[in-house]
């Protein structure tokens, strides 16, 4: 029984229930920030698409976002999530380009398009293939587009080893009207120029973001990535400035295996920094276990992986014994 004036009591009560308040507000906005988006951010990683196609991740911030919302991102299931980015420079290299084009934006049935090659000549890129069983190469300019797509604009086009760019001219046609991509996956034609969306060529997980330069040299093609209008406040430095190849994600909640991060704090670091960052979102078990981890005063976790390369080198059988 509460003793004193009822002005008292009801002094108590205002003040237990503005605590309670308190206690629910916090509640519901840790409830928020646990179902928010996961930022991340990546430096000098090497991301493998899959065994033989591989983005150079020189820089990166972003954010996973959930495909569903009952789920959270859950980095054994690629479709899971999106990678959105806010900013990035990514390259690929012209081999990794070639079998990108090859194994997933020109591999259905029918494709007038098949055994591309790519090379970089003299800041332009050179495509050399087969167009409906015959060969052919298109030697081309890069330019982006003011929607954030990659034109490749021919320079000089030739049919076994034959120019006809000035033939097609002359009799009204164009590569658009010979050549029939309506089945590939993130290229289209407008005239005889390739348009090439950077984010809808790859395969899982989706990748959100919008093209603003291209850097070209003779070893890789550089995308640069602008900022998207929505995207969330940035995560902090990493845990340790001084790990230069790394992956971070923080806030939100993150699946992998089987573990469950809340208020995500994770920190995925080279065990030998001296190259990039060997990565394969696929095979990030055989890593895990290959390398070790520890845990940070406020609860996050380090987490240390040997490339993929050396994991895939250790696991290699032994080739057979000449006699």
């Known amino acids: ?35 928010g988006s996961v930022q991340t951010r990546m430096g000098h990683l090497d ?40 900013t990035a420079r990514i390259g690929i290299t012209p081999a ?7 194994h997933y934006t020109f591999a259905y049935r029918g494709s007038p398009l098949r055994k591309l090659t790519i090379t970089i000549e003299g800041g332009r890129l050179k495509q050399h293939g087969l167009m409906k069983g015959m060969s052919f190469t298109v030697m081309g300019d890069l330019t982006v587009t003011p929607d954030g797509e990659l034109r490749v604009h021919p320079s000089s086009i030739k049919a076994i080893g034959i120019g006809v ?21 993130g290229v289209r034609m407008d005239g005889n120029d390739f348009l090439l969306s950077p ?34 406040a940035h995560p902090h430095p990493p ?13 939100g909640v993150l699946r992998f295996g089987k573990l469950t991060m809340t208020d ?40 240390t992986m040997p490339d993929y390369a050396a994991v895939r080198a250790h696991h290699r059988p032994p080739e057979p014994a000449v006699h």
């Not at 065994?51 to 299931?77: F, K, M, N, Q, W």
């Not at 093209?211 to 640069?224: F, G, N, R, Y």
Request: aromatic residues 8%; negative net charge; glycine residues 6%.
């Open 264 to 303: 995500t704090d994770l920190l995925i670091v080279d065990a030998e920094p001296k190259d990039r960052f060997d990565f394969f979102l696929d095979h990030y078990n055989e890593q895990l276990v290959a390398g070790y981890s520890r845990n940070t005063p406020d609860h996050g976790l380090i987490v």
């Open 96 to 102: 990794s380009l070639s079998d990108l084009l090859n």
């Open 199 to 232: 984010t809808e060529l790859l395969p899982p997980p989706k990748v959100q973001g919008r093209l603003v330069a291209i850097e070209v040299s003779d070893t890789e093609l550089v995308q640069v990535f602008g900022p998207r209008p929505e995207s969330d």
């Open 165 to 185: 760019g000035g033939l097609m001219k002359f009799f009204g046609l164009n590569l658009e009207k010979m050549v029939n991509i309506s089945g590939a996956r």
């Open 239 to 251: 845990p340790e400035p001084k790990a230069p190849n790394y992956m971070f994600f923080q806030g």
């Open 47 to 86: 991301f493998h698409v899959d065994s033989s196609v591989v983005l150079r991740i020189h820089s990166l911030r972003g954010a996973l976002l959930r495909t569903s919302p009952e789920h959270p991102p859950y980095l054994d299931d690629k479709h899971s999530f999106a990678l959105a980015i806010d």
């Open 1 to 35: 029984m509460w003793r004193g004036s009822p002005a008292v009591h009801l002094g108590r009560a205002w003040v237990a229930f503005a605590a309670l308040a308190a206690v629910a507000r916090g509640s519901a906005s840790a409830q928020r920030a646990a179902a």
